[in-house]
């Protein structure tokens, strides 16, 4: 076993080892949030994670990424095992073909407290609200869509799937490491916390009647609560919302995916917040494009 700076770098021949367990039971991903860990794949997301302050555990690659991945690796301040195998060896993992080569271990963070996110920012402060989510993948777009418009933290409601599934930090492209995350015992009760400290919770409803997204005021600090992908949000969610509004729609089309939903409501939050903004000069370029 080699030393190099603070990661332990051990090649392997075999997956048969009680350290690599996390990766070897991707599919039960309940186990692991019993020990607080997650697993995250791929180049973007695990750079993410790296960049991040979340502990890392013990990342699992290629040769050719390790080379690629060694400064990030020793710039970290824990010391993390990391298992070296040829992809062919890697791609043999239980019920998952692993295209990159590259998966990483971490733990868990712990809760943001509402009090410290609801205070983290200068007004006006923008949070996301999730109310029964039981599609990882929507979940992980959410976070996305969040990152993308400037929301300061998401609250993932007690009927939520957990945000760190594998599937859901992967659609997220690892932007869930940059958000503060709530999990409030209760959704409904954080929601009326925050209208106590005057956020607006706008609840994202699509039979809301005439009230359409254009009408509703986001320019002060506000709450978008978003909810389940069939029936919506809950009857005791909503009624903690300040106001239910609907994307307006063609007649004959009932509703939009809560990932496509949420970043229309998001965009009109930053639109509100930016319509006297000039745009001469061009927005910067973003590397990660929609689709990468």
């Not at 009090?115 to 007004?123: E, I, K, N, S």
């Amino acid at each position: 076993m080699l030393e190099s700076g603070v990661i332990r770098i051990r090649g392997i021949e075999t997956l048969d080892l009680p350290e690599l367990g996390p990766y070897l039971t991707l599919k039960q991903q309940g186990d692991h949030y019993i020990d607080r860990l997650f697993v995250v794949e791929g180049i973007k997301v695990v750079k993410r994670l790296l960049a991040s302050d979340i502990e890392i555990v013990s990342a699992l690659m290629t040769p050719e990424h390790l080379e690629v991945m060694r400064p990030a690796l020793e710039a970290r301040s824990e010391e993390i095992e990391v298992f070296v195998a040829e992809k062919r060896l890697l791609e043999g993992l239980t019920g998952f073909v692993l295209y990159q080569g590259l998966l990483a271990c971490a733990r868990i963070p712990r809760p943001v407290e509402l009090d410290v996110v609801a205070g983290l920012a200068t007004p006006p402060r923008f949070l996301v609200a999730l109310d029964g989510l039981a599609n990882a993948e929507n979940l992980g777009v959410i976070v996305r869509n969040a990152a993308a418009f400037g929301a300061q933290g998401v609250l993932v409601g007690e009927t939520c799937l957990p945000p760190y599934l594998r599937r859901a930090v992967r659609s997220s492209m690892g932007n869930l490491f940059l958000l503060p995350v709530v999990e409030p015992v209760s959704l409904a009760l954080a929601l009326r916390e925050l209208r106590r400290r005057g956020f607006r919770c706008i609840g994202a409803h699509p039979h809301a009647g005439c009230r359409v997204l254009p009408q509703a005021s986001l320019t002060g600090d506000c709450c978008i609560v978003l909810g389940n992908e069939g029936h919506g949000l809950s009857e005791a969610v909503r009624e903690a919302c300040d106001e239910l509004v609907a994307v307006p729609m063609h007649a004959g089309v009932d509703s939009l995916n809560v990932g496509a939903a949420a970043a229309v409501f998001f965009y009109e939050v930053w639109r509100q917040r930016n319509e006297s903004r000039r745009w001469d000069d061009s927005v910067e370029p973003h590397e990660d494009r929609a689709g990468s």
